[in-house]
């Protein structure tokens, strides 16, 4: 018998602030959502009381599944407290859990009662194709839910004990291929804030993945060195809309590494220049080094206001155990930093501090370096985290 499928998709609170940023792994979903399911977001960063908005969301339109987005940190902590409740009050909900936490660490997630299902990876078509199966009304078997990539489950041995199980991760979907975020199912002016960029700032993700293998890097495990992304029409076409329809005068690209093809990031900075607006990136340091003058010019000329880069350390031993690849040298940060300040760009450096073996060492390296790096560019942002492993 089949199931009219109704879903409530979560975003649990990411920052202690509830900074307002655009749920784009659920619009994600979403997208390939419209028209097939009757679905509703739900941020916990915009909302005083999740549990009591999901819980009266429940009562009322009785859905079938919860999706939640789920990464390391406060989302990881909010999210098991209300999966386990929400699991309490509703024993027939399904709870699919996915995002970077339940990527890596599937088979901990599904020793929960509370987690159904696991979405390992990129999660559009898998999590379409999971909702399609579950439509059919049923517990679904072994075999059904063993053909969807991407999908970690639990199942039942002959000798009646449980296994946890996960499908080869899913082919990375190209995102020229996907549709347009949803907008209109969430309050979009709830997120339009100021920022150093402008007033009116919105993120947006253009691309998937990234090409280099840092071995701290949790994209690494989901992508294995593949990169794709909308061209540089479709991007800017994006970025056109949100400032037409919502007088948007900054946005901020969330890609994991937006500057990977130099010819892409020229082009998208060519159609962008009559906006007018401000617009920040992550990059690499390499990279940059190799962009010539022309683009850097283009580029600051469409607006480009500061780009993040992952400096991580001011040791080259700690780069190189880091697998940093073309930016294991500490003086390409302060090579970049010379570079920027000659066009008016600013940098932003994420450090890691702490890191092993000798990790007072490695920390007192990395601060006297980063004075450096003041010292050669004075605007030059800078961003610490404490080397903080991830527990199981």
Known sequence: ????????????????????????????????????????????????????????????????????????????????????????????????????????????????????????????????????????????????????????????????TTAICSNPLAPIPHPNDLPDFPYHRVDMRRYIRPTFLGQRTVPHHSSYGCPFFCNFCAVVNMVNGRWLAQSAERTADVTRTLVQRWQVDAVEFYDNNFFVHESRTAEFAERIMDLKISWWGEARIDTMLKYPHQTWATMRDSGLKMIFMGAESGSDETLKRMNKGGTAAANKTLEIARLMKSYGIIPEFSFVLGNPPDAETDTRQSIEFIRKVKQVNPDSEIIMYMYTPVPL
Request: proline share 8%; charged share 20%.
């Open 1 to 160: 018998m089949a199931v009219k499928l109704k879903l409530v998709l979560y975003n649990p609170q990411s920052t202690p602030s509830r900074k307002r940023i655009l749920p784009m792994s659920l619009l994600a979903l979403g997208a390939l959502l419209e028209g097939r399911y009757d679905y509703t977001i739900v941020d916990g960063n915009i909302e005083s009381d999740p549990l009591a908005l999901l819980d009266a969301l429940i009562e009322e339109q009785q859905p079938y599944v919860l999706g939640m987005t789920v990464m390391p940190g406060p989302q990881l902590s909010q999210a098991v407290p209300l999966s386990r409740e929400l699991k309490r009050r509703y024993p027939h909900l399904v709870i699919v859990w996915g995002g970077y936490f339940p990527t890596q660490h599937y088979e901990v997630c599904l020793r929960a009662p509370y987690v159904d299902y696991v979405v390992r990876g990129h999660g559009e078509v898998a999590f379409l194709q999971l909702l399609q199966l579950l439509e059919q009304g049923g517990e679904p078997s072994a075999t059904e839910v063993g053909r969807i990539y991407g999908l970690a489950y639990r199942t039942t041995k002959p000798d009646g």
